[in-house]
């Protein structure tokens, strides 16, 4: 299949968290088909809720109260 913007090229089909996508090498515009967007966002989302082993928690950032220059 052919690049939908750049006309001439040809379209490089791809893998990603299992499921297969089209890009240009050229432009490198991605194309997907229907459904495909709907899975990547839901493994996304299901990776991202996941605990990452070895990173620490998030912490509220400091803040200077009472602090006068």
Known sequence: MKCPHCIETALVMSERQGVEI????????VWLDRGELDKLIEKSAATAAAPQPGLPAARAPARLCGFRL
């Open 22 to 29: 089209d890009y240009c090498p050229q432009c490198r515009g």
